[in-house]
């Protein structure tokens, strides 16, 4: 069975850092990644993900995240942080086994300080 | 506009009264899902679906029924529940394949007194 690892329950940077949010993935197979963001009071909406082709993958709202396959990793990245990046942000794994089957991990909440 | 929709957002009820949570999408969307939201746990699957009538457990399914009979509607429900219930609950759908981007509802928050 497929997990997700987010070592960093809760991250502050200041506003205009950079930003880098870790994902550690477990599956057999080929996974495919994924990277949610959840403001306050909201549901989830996704970022970016990755299935094949380029391990560098670009995102909405100025995010990236690269797949490293041996280090089985998904890290967020973004150059410079907004205040209105703060934020819970969710890294997930789904299955390559033809269907929807998706694994969340805990999250990684961000506060932005000015 | 493309939505999952839920109902109702804020739910207070007391131990053993049965509810139902409904959900609905309006993007012919064949594949939903619940998911509960806790806090240090993340969203963990409660139950999903691959289409109508086809409906699986996911990792937390004890205590919860679903139903898939319309391809657009996705109800769950808690025939007895139990304070250990109380959580935030999502709704999810997409299209088949596993590539496909999931959309959220905006969440049901249940308290279980």
């Known amino acids: 069975a497929q997990s997700v690892t987010q070592p960093d329950i809760h991250i502050t940077v200041s506003e205009g850092a950079s930003l880098e949010l870790r994902c550690n993935y477990s599956?057999?197979?080929?996974?495919?990644l994924f990277w949610y963001v959840q403001s306050p009071g909201q549901g989830l909406q996704l970022l970016l993900k990755?299935?094949?082709?380029?391990?560098l993958v670009q995102g909405i709202k100025g995010f990236e995240a690269e797949f490293k396959r041996s280090q089985s990793s998904f890290n967020l990245r973004k150059p410079s942080v907004h205040w209105s990046d703060a934020a819970e942000y969710f890294c997930?794994?789904?299955?390559?086994?033809?269907?929807?089957?998706?694994?969340f991990g805990t999250g990684t909440k961000l506060q932005v300080i000015p | 506009e493309a939505q999952v929709t839920q109902n109702p957002r804020y739910l207070i009820t007391v131990t053993g009264k049965k509810l139902t949570v409904t959900c609905s999408q309006n993007m012919n969307h064949e594949y939903m899902s619940w998911y509960r939201q806790d806090p240090g746990l993340g969203l963990r699957q409660i139950y999903y679906?691959?289409?109508?009538?086809?409906?699986d457990k996911g990792d937390v399914p004890e205590g919860y029924k679903v139903s898939r009979k319309e391809k657009r509607n996705f109800p769950l429900i808690l025939e007895s529940p139990s304070p250990n219930q109380t959580s935030l609950y999502f709704c999810a759908s997409s299209f088949q394949r596993e590539t496909d981007t999931q959309y959220f509802g905006p969440g049901t928050r249940l308290t279980v007194l």
């Open positions: 990755y299935f094949s082709g380029d391990t």
């Open positions: 997930a794994v789904g299955t390559s086994g033809g269907y929807q089957k998706v694994t």
């Open positions: 679906s691959m289409n109508v009538e086809v409906t």
């Open positions: 599956y057999g197979a080929t996974p495919y």
